[in-house]
Structure formats: C-alpha cells, structure tokens
C-alpha cells in the first residue's frame, strides 16, 4: 500500500496525469474513429437485425463501461474506507458521473435497439431493470455525496452505498443467465467460440477499447480539475486569513 500512497500523492498525480492524459486522448480519437468506421461501414448488416445491429457498436461497450465504472467506484470506495487512500474518494466521486453518462447511453441505444426488435421502446426485462437501478445507484451516489454539510461525513455515506450496491453488478452480468429474458445472452465471453463473425467482433473490441480510454481521460481531467479547484480554495483561505 505504501507505494500506492506514493502515486496517490496530489503532486505527483498531476505529473504523472499530465504526461499520460495525452496519450489516452489520442488513442480514444483513434480507435473511436476506426471503431466506427468499421461498425458502420465496413462491417455487414446483420441476417436478421438488418442495420439496426449497428447501434451494437456503442451500446454494448456503454453497457460495459457502465459496470466496469461502477466496479471501479466500488474498489476506490474501499480503499478510501479501509485504508484512507488519499486520492480514493476523490477518484470515486468522480468516477460516478461518468459512470451515469455511460449507463444513459446504454440504456438510450438499448431502447433504440429494441423497439425495431421486440416492438416496444421498453419492457422490465431482468437486464435492462438491472441497469436501470444500476443508473439510480450513481445517481444515488452522487445525491448522497453532496448531502452533507461535512465532505468527509458524504464521502463516507457516498462510499457506503457503492459497496452495497455492487452486488448489482453481478446480477446484471448474469441476469440473462438466471432468468429466462429477452434479452439475448452473452456472445462475447465465450473466448473458445464467440457466437459473432470477427468483422463484427473487431469493431465492438476496438469500441469497447475506445470507451476504456475516453473514461480514463475523462476520469484524469476531473481529477485534475478537482485538485487545481481545491490549491485555489486553499490560496484563497490563506489569502483571507492573511
């Protein structure tokens, strides 16, 4: 943990930000502008979904995104409670809203999706009411982290509730496994057969691969603009006590 301490340390954050972030930024524009050139143009319609497969190469990297932000909200929760890292609460309440946004997208192309599919924007199918509580629990998160008067009593309670909330994660991963659901089930996971030709299948990782750096730039900048709003705070306190 001792070196972890060390690379949460806010100065050497900001280094280390600094030289990545333009690495992670060029490689998001890159592989989203291949992504999608792929997924909409070269890959083939599908047999029986015709082209509205497509929104496929976004909604299911979104819906990736959207646990895989949450799992990291709950990781950065628990460092934070358990072992006061010093940058762990910083990085899960700015996790969080990024976290919403990719959930929102997921839910948005998934009605899209399905309405030409199953006829009908929505139905309380166990995976899509799964994500949906998953976008109240960031929600939540957010609601509750900002309710207190002392920062620390909601981060405290903010981080709380990412714990308990997690195991929603696991219930939408598998929901189409645990229940019989409309929703189609995994075809990706299967590493020794994955149920998807690789013209499709190159496109949605390079996406998926996409969406993973776009969070991790987006996370840095927050990040970075929470510690630079919090250096002024401190200057301007200093300021009014001198």
Same mark, same amino acid.
């Given at each position: 943990?001792?070196?972890?301490?060390?690379?949460?340390?806010?100065?050497?954050?900001?280094?280390?930000?600094? *030289?990545?972030?333009?690495?992670?930024?060029?490689?998001?524009?890159? @592989?989203?502008?291949?992504?999608? $050139?792929?997924?909409?143009?070269?890959?083939?319609?599908?047999?029986?979904?015709?082209?509205?497969?497509?929104?496929? $190469?976004?909604?299911?990297?979104?819906?990736?995104?959207?646990?895989?932000?949450?799992?990291?909200?709950?990781? *950065?929760?628990?460092?934070?409670? %358990?072992?006061?890292?010093? @940058?762990?609460?910083?990085?899960?309440?700015?996790?969080?809203?990024?976290?919403?946004?990719?959930?929102?997208?997921?839910?948005?192309?998934?009605?899209?999706?399905?309405?030409?599919?199953?006829?009908?924007?929505?139905?309380?199918?166990?995976?899509?009411?799964?994500?949906?509580?998953?976008?109240?629990? $960031?929600?939540? $998160? %957010?609601?509750?982290?900002?309710?207190?008067?002392?920062?620390?009593?909601?981060?405290?309670?903010?981080?709380?509730? *990412?714990?308990?909330?997690?195991?929603?994660?696991?219930? %939408?991963?598998?929901?189409?496994?645990?229940?019989?659901?409309?929703?189609?089930?995994? &075809?990706?996971?299967? @590493?020794?057969?994955?149920?998807?030709?690789?013209?499709?299948?190159?496109?949605?990782?390079?996406?998926?691969?996409?969406?993973?750096?776009?969070?991790?730039?987006?996370?840095?900048?927050?990040?970075? &603009?929470?510690? %630079?709003?919090?250096?002024?705070?401190?200057?301007?306190?200093?300021?009014?006590?001198?």
């Amino acid at each position: 943990m001792s070196s972890l301490h060390r690379f949460a340390n806010p100065a050497r954050f900001s280094r280390l930000s600094r *030289a990545v972030l333009p690495w992670t930024a060029a490689g998001t524009t890159l @592989l989203m502008a291949v992504g999608l $050139y792929l997924g909409l143009v070269v890959s083939p319609a599908d047999y029986q979904q015709g082209e509205t497969v497509r929104i496929m $190469y976004v909604h299911v990297p979104a819906a990736w995104m959207a646990m895989g932000c949450y799992t990291s909200l709950a990781l *950065a929760s628990a460092a934070a409670l %358990i072992w006061k890292h010093p @940058l762990a609460d910083l990085a899960a309440q700015e996790t969080a809203p990024i976290g919403a946004c990719f959930t929102a997208i997921a839910l948005a192309t998934g009605a899209l999706w399905g309405q030409p599919m199953w006829g009908t924007w929505w139905v309380w199918d166990a995976r899509l009411t799964s994500v949906l509580v998953l976008l109240f629990l $960031y929600l939540g $998160y %957010i609601a509750l982290v900002n309710a207190f008067d002392d920062p620390q009593r909601g981060a405290r309670a903010g981080a709380i509730l *990412a714990l308990v909330g997690w195991v929603n994660v696991p219930i %939408i991963k598998f929901s189409v496994d645990w229940w019989n659901t409309l929703h189609q089930p995994a &075809s990706i996971s299967r @590493l020794d057969a994955p149920a998807i030709h690789p013209s499709m299948l190159t496109p949605l990782l390079l996406m998926a691969l996409a969406f993973l750096l776009l969070f991790i730039t987006l996370l840095l900048m927050r990040i970075r &603009s929470r510690l %630079i709003d919090r250096r002024i705070q401190v200057m301007q306190q200093r300021e009014i006590e001198g």
